[in-house]
């Protein structure tokens, strides 16, 4: 790989930097939205699917009253 002197890498990172597009505030408040949101159905999913496989465990072994 060439070696570049620093005066042409750092024209190189500023072109680069240009071309990325940068998300609105309102797709960030969105999407930050989204997360939070699939975060609390996964975990209401595994608090259900923990319940019912004790429930399960818990009758198999005759623990269950």
């Not at 024209?11 to 797709?27: H, L």
């Not at 159905?41 to 005759?62: E, K, N, R, T």
Request: a positive charge; glycine letters at 4%; proline letters at 3%.
């Amino acid at each position: 790989m060439a070696k570049t002197n620093p005066f042409t890498f750092i024209q190189q990172v500023r072109s680069e930097a240009s071309k990325v597009i940068w998300p609105t505030r309102r797709e960030t408040v969105v999407t930050t939205i989204m997360v939070f949101l699939m975060v609390l159905v996964a975990s209401i999913f595994f608090l259900v699917a923990d319940q019912l496989m004790s429930w399960g465990v818990s009758l198999l072994l005759g623990l269950g009253n």
